[in-house]
């Protein structure tokens, strides 16, 4: 997305493109929504945003729909079942390693960062013992207002880093 | 009816999320426990967002089809969407306090506490498989964490991966 609004077309200056990509990493909900929300936005006001969001929503959704529509019609075959023994784990480890690489990104500096672990572990017993998340999430964030911020963001966002959902590199097709 | 109360749960997963990834916890809770999708689905859905082009958190919007057909996931895809729009309408506030204490510490609370949730629910989808994890599942897990971590591999061939050992395994040797 970087390459080709900054570096080919040059719609965007590489600062406007990490103070939006900033922005859209403190936002609710999917990051390349919002990010696609304030580029478009940026570029064209309301027709921006409604561009951009078809943009990127409109193939990709479709084609979740229709590959999950093929799944559900070949998921009872022995062989898938099989396999998914395989796509589970791996699903799993995947969806392990993003939330590492999310508190990697959160965690500050120096001493800072043992509080921050400290936060992820408490956060982590209390989900298991309270068996819901909302006090958690609310109780973590409350948390961090308080006591966890630094008058300047521990990390630069990492430019090349934002093709993808969350502060992951992701290689679309 | 039901397409509505399904449209609120994913509203508000995603509200309070950071990331598409972070709905999990919660979106787990309210559809597993009302029985409208499994633990298994929840796996699959995973898995089906991570291979298809666009945000991976567009599983949401597989686990809304699995839920309720169609309609469920243009329900998902709508509620899914909204959150990430927030952020416009308080860019003009965020921007010049982004780099604010409080702004930083909530931010930093909501990333850490929300992705140690994602960690438990990676723990009880794992304990949640009626069948049991055998020694090469667990393998296929680390060596997706750690290819996952690296973040150089597509999703397509880390899922490959625990499918093919899925398959040679399942062979009659």
């Given at each position: 997305m970087r390459r080709y609004l900054v570096t080919r077309h040059g719609w965007l200056t590489p600062e406007e493109f990490v103070q939006d990509w900033t922005l859209a990493k403190t936002s609710p909900g999917i990051t390349l929504v919002a990010l696609a929300a304030l580029i478009g936005s940026r570029l064209d006001g309301r027709r921006g945003v409604v561009a951009a969001l078809a943009g990127l929503l409109g193939p990709s959704a479709a084609i979740v729909i229709v590959v999950t529509i093929g799944f559900a019609s070949v998921r009872d075959m022995e062989v898938v079942a099989i396999l998914l023994d395989g796509v589970g784990p791996a699903t799993l480890g995947m969806?392990?390693?993003?939330?590492?690489?999310?508190?990697?990104?959160?965690i500050r500096q120096g001493s800072a960062r043992l509080v921050d672990l400290l936060v992820v572990a408490v956060a982590f017993a209390a989900g298991v013992a309270l068996g819901s998340p909302i006090p958690v999430i609310l109780g973590g964030t409350v948390l961090g207002w308080a006591f966890l911020g630094e008058s300047r963001p521990s990390r630069v966002a990492n430019v090349e880093d934002a093709d993808g959902d969350g502060p992951v590199p992701r290689v679309d097709p | 009816v039901e397409i509505l109360w399904l449209f609120l749960v994913c509203l508000r997963a995603s509200l309070l999320s950071l990331g598409?990834?972070?709905?999990?916890?919660?979106?787990?809770?309210?559809?597993?426990?009302?029985?409208?999708?499994?633990?298994?689905?929840?796996?699959?859905?995973?898995?089906?967002?991570?291979?298809?082009?666009?945000?991976?958190?567009?599983?949401?919007?597989?686990?809304?089809?699995?839920?309720?057909?169609?309609?469920?996931?243009?329900?998902?895809?709508?509620?899914?969407?909204?959150?990430?729009?927030?952020?416009?309408?308080?860019?003009?506030?965020?921007?010049?306090?982004?780099?604010?204490?409080?702004?930083?510490?909530?931010?930093?609370?909501?990333?850490?506490?929300?992705?140690?949730?994602?960690?438990?629910?990676?723990?009880?989808?794992?304990?949640?498989?009626?069948?049991?994890?055998?020694?090469?599942?667990?393998?296929?897990?680390?060596?997706?964490?750690?290819?996952?971590?690296?973040?150089?591999?597509?999703?397509?061939?880390?899922?490959?991966?625990?499918?093919?050992?899925?398959?040679?395994?399942?062979?009659?040797?």
């Open positions: 969806t392990i390693a993003l939330a590492v690489i999310f508190i990697r990104s959160a | 598409g990834q972070s709905a999990l916890p919660l979106l787990r809770q309210d559809l597993v426990s009302s029985g409208l999708t499994t633990d298994a689905q929840i796996i699959d859905a995973l898995a089906i967002g991570r291979v298809t082009p666009g945000p991976g958190g567009l599983y949401i919007v597989v686990l809304g089809y699995f839920a309720m057909g169609l309609g469920g996931a243009v329900a998902a895809l709508v509620a899914t969407v909204i959150p990430p729009l927030l952020v416009l309408p308080l860019a003009a506030y965020l921007r010049p306090r982004l780099s604010s204490r409080r702004v930083d510490g909530a931010i930093r609370g909501a990333a850490l506490s929300t992705s140690a949730l994602v960690l438990v629910t990676t723990v009880d989808l794992i304990a949640a498989d009626p069948d049991g994890w055998e020694v090469w599942q667990w393998l296929v897990l680390t060596l997706a964490v750690g290819i996952a971590i690296q973040g150089r591999a597509h999703p397509i061939v880390i899922i490959g991966i625990g499918a093919a050992m899925a398959l040679v395994l399942s062979l009659p040797w």
